[in-house]
Protein backbone atom coordinates (compact mmCIF):
# COMPACT_ATOMS: atom_id res chain seq x y z
CA UNK A 1 0.00 0.00 0.00
CA UNK A 2 1.26 3.59 -0.49
CA UNK A 3 1.05 6.67 1.11
CA UNK A 4 0.45 9.89 -0.20
CA UNK A 5 1.35 13.34 2.08
CA UNK A 6 -1.37 14.96 3.57
CA UNK A 7 -2.07 17.95 1.46
CA UNK A 8 -4.75 21.14 1.94
CA UNK A 9 -8.57 20.18 0.59
CA UNK A 10 -9.73 22.46 -2.07
CA UNK A 11 -11.24 25.79 -0.87
CA UNK A 12 -14.83 26.17 -1.83
CA UNK A 13 -18.14 27.41 -0.06
CA UNK A 14 -20.61 30.32 -0.20
CA UNK A 15 -20.17 34.04 1.53
CA UNK A 16 -22.87 36.22 2.91
CA UNK A 17 -21.37 39.55 4.14
CA UNK A 18 -22.05 43.21 3.37
CA UNK A 19 -20.93 45.81 0.85
CA UNK A 20 -21.14 49.62 0.43
CA UNK A 21 -20.70 51.01 -2.62
CA UNK A 22 -19.45 53.98 -4.79
CA UNK A 23 -21.66 54.05 -7.75
CA UNK A 24 -20.79 54.53 -11.47
CA UNK A 25 -20.70 57.91 -12.80
CA UNK A 26 -19.56 59.32 -16.40
CA UNK A 27 -16.06 58.95 -15.13
CA UNK A 28 -15.61 56.48 -12.92
CA UNK A 29 -17.09 52.64 -12.62
CA UNK A 30 -18.55 50.92 -9.60
CA UNK A 31 -16.56 50.12 -6.59
CA UNK A 32 -17.89 47.58 -4.28
CA UNK A 33 -16.24 47.29 -1.24
CA UNK A 34 -16.96 43.88 0.52
CA UNK A 35 -16.91 42.83 4.20
CA UNK A 36 -17.76 39.83 5.65
CA UNK A 37 -16.76 36.14 7.74
CA UNK A 38 -17.37 32.84 6.31
CA UNK A 39 -16.67 29.49 6.93
CA UNK A 40 -14.68 27.79 4.16
CA UNK A 41 -13.92 24.03 3.61
CA UNK A 42 -10.55 23.95 3.39
CA UNK A 43 -9.89 27.25 5.01
CA UNK A 44 -12.22 27.15 7.95
CA UNK A 45 -13.65 30.68 9.20
CA UNK A 46 -12.04 33.26 7.94
CA UNK A 47 -12.49 37.33 7.52
CA UNK A 48 -13.27 38.10 4.13
CA UNK A 49 -12.56 41.85 2.58
CA UNK A 50 -12.23 42.70 -0.93
CA UNK A 51 -13.67 44.90 -3.87
CA UNK A 52 -15.62 44.48 -7.20
CA UNK A 53 -15.03 47.14 -9.94
CA UNK A 54 -16.94 47.04 -12.82
CA UNK A 55 -16.11 48.31 -16.11
CA UNK A 56 -16.48 52.58 -16.71
CA UNK A 57 -16.71 51.69 -20.22
CA UNK A 58 -16.74 48.37 -22.46
CA UNK A 59 -13.58 46.59 -21.69
CA UNK A 60 -12.62 44.88 -17.71
CA UNK A 61 -13.77 44.73 -14.89
CA UNK A 62 -11.50 44.17 -12.01
CA UNK A 63 -11.27 43.40 -8.12
CA UNK A 64 -9.49 41.79 -4.93
CA UNK A 65 -10.46 39.53 -2.68
CA UNK A 66 -8.74 38.70 0.95
CA UNK A 67 -9.53 35.60 2.68
CA UNK A 68 -7.53 35.72 6.11
CA UNK A 69 -7.20 33.95 9.85
CA UNK A 70 -4.89 33.72 12.51
CA UNK A 71 -3.17 30.74 10.30
CA UNK A 72 -2.47 32.90 7.74
CA UNK A 73 -4.42 34.79 4.41
CA UNK A 74 -4.91 34.02 0.83
CA UNK A 75 -5.28 36.69 -1.67
CA UNK A 76 -7.15 36.65 -5.06
CA UNK A 77 -7.21 38.83 -8.43
CA UNK A 78 -10.27 39.02 -9.79
CA UNK A 79 -10.93 40.02 -13.62
CA UNK A 80 -13.65 40.20 -16.30
CA UNK A 81 -11.69 40.48 -19.23
CA UNK A 82 -14.76 41.63 -21.77
CA UNK A 83 -17.30 43.27 -20.36
CA UNK A 84 -20.01 43.98 -22.87
CA UNK A 85 -22.34 46.24 -20.64
CA UNK A 86 -20.41 48.83 -19.40
CA UNK A 87 -23.26 50.02 -16.84
CA UNK A 88 -23.34 46.44 -14.93
CA UNK A 89 -21.38 44.93 -12.19
CA UNK A 90 -20.38 41.30 -14.11
CA UNK A 91 -21.82 38.35 -11.40
CA UNK A 92 -18.78 36.07 -12.70
CA UNK A 93 -15.30 36.75 -12.09
CA UNK A 94 -12.46 34.92 -13.13
CA UNK A 95 -10.06 34.89 -10.11
CA UNK A 96 -6.20 33.68 -9.74
CA UNK A 97 -4.75 33.49 -6.01
CA UNK A 98 -1.47 36.05 -6.66
CA UNK A 99 -0.47 35.52 -2.90
CA UNK A 100 -0.65 33.07 0.11
CA UNK A 101 0.63 33.09 3.30
CA UNK A 102 1.29 31.39 6.80
CA UNK A 103 -0.21 27.87 6.60
CA UNK A 104 -1.98 28.83 3.06
CA UNK A 105 1.45 29.78 1.59
CA UNK A 106 1.18 26.45 -0.79
CA UNK A 107 -2.00 27.17 -2.36
CA UNK A 108 -2.26 27.88 -5.53
CA UNK A 109 -4.80 28.12 -8.43
CA UNK A 110 -7.48 30.09 -10.26
CA UNK A 111 -10.92 29.84 -11.46
CA UNK A 112 -14.55 31.58 -11.59
CA UNK A 113 -16.56 32.89 -8.09
CA UNK A 114 -20.13 34.02 -8.68
CA UNK A 115 -21.12 37.18 -7.22
CA UNK A 116 -24.38 38.91 -6.88
CA UNK A 117 -25.20 41.91 -4.91
CA UNK A 118 -28.40 42.73 -3.30
CA UNK A 119 -29.16 46.82 -2.60
CA UNK A 120 -31.05 47.32 1.01
CA UNK A 121 -31.23 51.05 -0.02
CA UNK A 122 -33.22 52.90 -3.06
CA UNK A 123 -29.59 54.21 -3.75
CA UNK A 124 -27.86 51.00 -4.46
CA UNK A 125 -24.71 52.33 -2.30
CA UNK A 126 -25.03 49.61 0.10
CA UNK A 127 -26.39 46.19 0.50
CA UNK A 128 -25.73 42.44 1.15
CA UNK A 129 -23.77 40.17 -1.36
CA UNK A 130 -23.50 36.10 -2.19
CA UNK A 131 -19.72 35.13 -3.35
CA UNK A 132 -19.91 31.46 -4.46
CA UNK A 133 -16.20 30.24 -4.73
CA UNK A 134 -15.91 26.69 -5.97
CA UNK A 135 -12.56 24.64 -6.63
CA UNK A 136 -9.83 26.07 -8.36
CA UNK A 137 -7.62 26.63 -4.99
CA UNK A 138 -5.35 23.90 -4.10
CA UNK A 139 -2.00 23.05 -2.51
CA UNK A 140 1.06 22.87 -4.95
CA UNK A 141 2.11 20.09 -3.25
Known amino acids: ASTTAATQPPVTGTIHGRFLA ?5 KRAATYRLNATATLSGLGKVQVTGTAI ?21 TLSLNVPAVTNAMATPSSFAYTVTRAT ?7 GSGILNLAFTATNKRGTAGTFKLVLAGGIASLA
Not at 22 to 26: I, M, Q, V
Not at 54 to 74: E, F, H, M, P, Q
Open 22 to 26: NLKTA
Open 54 to 74: GAIVKGSATGTLRLANAKGAV
Open 102 to 108: GAYKKLA
